[in-house]
């Protein structure tokens, strides 16, 4: 396989989940700078998780419409705008539009580069493909705070976006000599009020989530804005049974496979979207670590990630994805738990151990479940299922961040005490309990799901049981 397609998507994956949490040590920093306070510049980072989700449901259309490799270029082009744009602004307004027209290129980038690799790979190269594209996709957002902390500290907050230029620019110049050019597919028209509903379905979702356990707004505004977002979610699946191309076509959740991967992933999400928000806090307001410290420890966690990539395709020919997938969900929810466990006395050696093993577990676990979305569907359902992976990886991060800071504010409520260890002991194992359900849909697989992508073979009778083809 060449390598060279999957590391220029992942650089470009890695650039935009980074930028989704680079900022969030350097809040005070650019709040002084343009004369509004921390809190209230949360917005910005709750604009730019809105964009995505507004955007996202209408990648695989435009990828079909306009050419893969196309919208993929230009994604990556108006994410370098809005870079440059959030450098120069001088306001709370031109800061929080200008990370919505970062959102808009980055809602393109994930699930269009994650299409381009599912159509230029052999489906039997998949899994290692995925790997190579996983890793540094999953360090960005670890990356994020202890990056954002030494840029803001040491140089200016500016060099967060401005960094993206030269890597954005290099991007489009290399993905237009090595990304091939696919075939556009007969689209029709857009399905304009499935979009609609999706956009409000998803940034009602995440914006509501986002403000509830970021409270820039009153929290009564994120309940609100939740119910809408459920309310559209209702609508659209009534509109998409009716519509002749909806934007999102529901009936991929037929494929037992495709089902399994997006709801126990969305499941796995809930707890992995909440460590990074607690984690980094339990050590700074607990332990009375430096951010820049506590980003350093957290950090860990991405050698694991890396490591990965060695293993993933070996584990799943040797076990299948249901093996492997109900074993990553288990004991990687037992690495979110363990984190219940530490106090300001336990060695940071122990910790950094802890984390690189559960770096280890949810990449492998994220590069199966990544691989298992495209396992038994055809090229031409790629693009659906791309968003709509995409899309409810967006929702599932909002709400453990939702849930795990609600775990946070309901103890210190409860108890009337101020936010202590206990808390967050409450708030890993709850989260640790939700990911471990993700094993439940991978238990329903048969062994052989997915083998034509794994390469695991099933033993029967003596004889090597012959993979479903895909798309069955």
Not at 38 to 62: C, D, N, Q, R
Not at 87 to 107: D, E, I, K, P, T
Not at 323 to 333: K, N, Q, R, Y
Not at 368 to 393: K, P
Request: hydrophobic share 55%; charged share 10%; proline share 6%.
């Amino acid at each position: 396989m060449n390598r060279t397609l999957p590391l220029i998507l992942a650089v470009a994956l890695f650039m935009e989940q980074m930028d989704s949490t680079v900022i969030a040590t350097s809040l005070p920093a650019i709040a002084a700078d343009i004369g509004t306070s921390p809190v209230t510049l949360k917005l910005a980072l709750t604009s730019y998780l809105v964009s995505l989700a507004i955007f996202i449901p209408v990648s695989g259309f435009m990828a079909d419409r306009y050419g893969a490799k196309r919208v993929f270029r230009i994604a990556i082009g108006v994410f370098v705008i809005g870079s440059i744009a959030c450098a120069f602004s001088n306001s709370l307004g031109a800061f929080v539009l200008s990370r919505f027209l970062q959102g808009m290129g980055g809602a393109m980038m994930t699930p269009v580069g994650r299409l381009v690799l599912v159509r230029a790979v052999p489906r039997e190269q998949l899994v290692t493909a995925m790997a190579w594209l996983a890793a540094p996709a999953l360090i960005g957002p670890i990356a994020g705070p202890p990056l954002g902390g030494f840029i803001t500290t040491y140089f200016s907050w500016h060099w967060i976006f401005l960094i993206n230029v030269p890597i954005g620019l290099l991007g489009i110049v290399i993905s237009g000599r090595v990304m091939p050019d696919f075939a556009k597919e007969e689209t029709g028209r857009l399905d304009l009020s499935g979009f609609l509903l999706c956009s409000v379905a998803a940034s009602g979702l995440v914006f509501g989530l986002s403000v509830i356990s970021l409270p820039a707004l009153p929290p009564v505004v994120g309940i609100c804005t939740v119910f809408v977002g459920l309310v559209a979610t209702g609508l659209y699946v009534r509109h998409s049974r009716r519509a002749p191309r909806p934007i999102l076509n529901l009936n991929l959740f037929a494929n037992r496979a495709f089902r399994s991967a997006i709801i126990g992933g969305s499941l796995f999400r809930i707890g992995v979207g909440a460590v990074p928000f607690l984690l980094p806090l339990m050590f700074q307001v607990v332990f009375g670590l430096t951010p820049f410290q506590s980003g350093l420890l957290t950090f860990a966690s991405a050698f694991g990630a890396i490591a990965m990539k060695f293993i993933a395709s070996t584990a799943l020919r040797l076990g299948g994805f249901r093996v492997v997938l109900v074993a990553a969900s288990l004991l990687g929810a037992a690495s979110i738990a363990v984190n219940a466990f530490f106090t300001p006395f336990t060695p940071h050696g122990v910790i950094i151990a802890v984390l690189v093993a559960s770096g280890l577990l949810r990449s492998l676990f994220f590069t199966s479940a990544n691989a298992l979305v495209f396992a038994e569907l055809s090229d031409r359902e790629a693009s659906q299922a791309s968003t709509m992976s995409a899309a409810t990886q967006q929702v599932s991060i909002a709400l453990g961040v939702a849930v795990g800071g609600g775990i946070l504010e309901a103890t210190a409520f409860i108890t009337g005490n101020e936010l202590g260890i206990d808390a967050f002991v409450n708030a890993f194992l709850i989260v640790a309990g939700l990911s471990a359900l993700a094993a439940v849909p991978f238990l329903t697989l048969p062994p052989e799901a997915g083998s034509r992508v794994s390469g695991h073979r099933q033993r029967k009778a003596g004889t090597l049981a012959e993979p479903a083809p895909a798309g069955e």
